[in-house]
């Protein structure tokens, strides 16, 4: 099959319109058989629940072309699930975990052009969201919602591709106890833009959440988990306000099974930042993307970058996502 004539190479991480995206809509209490669409536009009323209230969640992976050529998505299953907590906590209907896989596969198929040669350090990432749909003029959950799924081709989050980053810990709070930081709530991201924007002008590439209620731990940045290197342990933050990301979920497996690691997944303290070698933040969109420099108002702690634990974490991680490491059962769902 043939690929789009693209300099995959000179990607960064925006959007490119792709050939086809999924379709689907709730009415009447029920989801309509979804199709895919030419049409990447979408038409609703003013008053729409999700112009009004925000009422909209979404997920993020990605799909590669193997080494072999197969291309391969990795563990969609977990974002159907993810999504279905995101929906409970909006008060909008799941939508079928087994239907979300599917809308997944159906959409990367169709757009197969687009997906990155493999080497080429690009790569499809996917977007499946849910909004309410019709007009809600008083706070309540829409009636009616959409479910849609576009892939667009993306190269690194970060500009300069895997260079240290240097990150700030930021004076504003992203989640609080008890509210919808564990969830993939458009919300989280529009109340997070003040603070990004700024972080750029000062010259940090993100910000670094703590905890709001103590304000002395570590959380995670606007679009990444974060984790930490200690001799032959991988530590990285537990917490119930961030989000449960696919990406450090399969690195604790990875440096469990794969390289022999210790793992702590526990609280990590502000007065530990000094402790640890190496750091990295971690996410579908940042794979992991090394720290070079966390800055604790005024106080610099430096890491390693791309030190040796990180280099192996990214290596055993991306070896499995692309086909050159063996998987664990159920990781990779083969597309075609
Ligand atoms: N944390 C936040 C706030 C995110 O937006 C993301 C991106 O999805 C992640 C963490 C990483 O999650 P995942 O590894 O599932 O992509
Ligand atoms: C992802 O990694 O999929 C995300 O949603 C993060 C976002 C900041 C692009």
Redesign the pocket.
């Known amino acids: 099959m043939e690929k789009k004539n693209i300099d995959w190479s000179s990607l960064g991480f925006g959007y490119v319109k792709t050939d086809k995206r999924f379709v689907s809509n709730y009415k009447n209490g029920a989801w309509d058989a979804g199709c895919l669409t030419d049409d990447a536009t979408i038409t609703m009323s003013e008053c729409a629940c999700v112009l009004q209230y925000a009422q909209t969640c979404f997920e993020?992976m990605k799909a590669y072309t193997a080494e072999d050529g197969r291309i391969v998505c990795f563990r969609p299953d977990l974002n159907a699930a993810r999504m279905a907590q995101s929906c409970a906590r909006l008060k909008m209907p799941v939508y079928p975990e087994d239907k979300f896989v599917d809308a997944v596969v159906q959409t990367v198929r169709a757009n197969a052009q687009w997906v990155p040669p493999f080497g080429s350090g690009a790569t499809l990432y996917i977007r499946p969201f849910m909004f309410g749909y019709d007009s809600i003029i008083g706070v309540k959950p829409a009636n009616e919602y959409q479910f849609r799924v576009f892939a667009t081709p993306v190269g690194p989050y970060f500009k300069g591709g895997v260079k240290p980053l240097t990150v700030r810990i930021s004076d504003l709070d992203r989640a609080a106890p008890r509210g919808t930081g564990h969830v993939?709530a458009g919300l989280?991201y529009a109340m997070s833009l003040y603070n990004i924007v700024d972080a750029h002008e000062k010259g940090y590439d993100e910000n670094v959440y703590v905890d709001s209620a103590t304000r002395t731990h570590i959380e995670?940045t606007?679009?990444?988990?974060i984790i930490f290197v200690k001799g032959n342990t991988l530590v990285t933050p537990k917490s119930d306000t961030?989000?449960p990301?696919?990406?450090?979920r399969s690195l604790v497996y990875v440096a469990k099974e794969y390289l022999g690691m210790e793992v702590e997944e526990r609280p990590v303290a502000l007065t530990e930042l000094g402790d640890f070698t190496e750091a990295g933040l971690?996410?579908?969109?940042a794979v992991i993307s090394p720290l070079g420099t966390i800055v604790d108002h005024g106080k610099e702690i430096h890491y390693a970058g791309m030190g040796p634990t990180i280099q192996k974490l990214y290596d055993t991680l991306t070896g499995i996502q692309m086909g050159r490491i063996e998987a664990p059962e159920g990781w990779i769902q083969v597309i075609e």
Do not use: F, P, Q, V
Not at 245 to 248: A, D, G, L, M, Q
């Open positions: 993020g993939k989280n995670e606007g679009g990444a988990n961030i989000l990301s696919i990406t450090r971690c996410g579908t969109a």
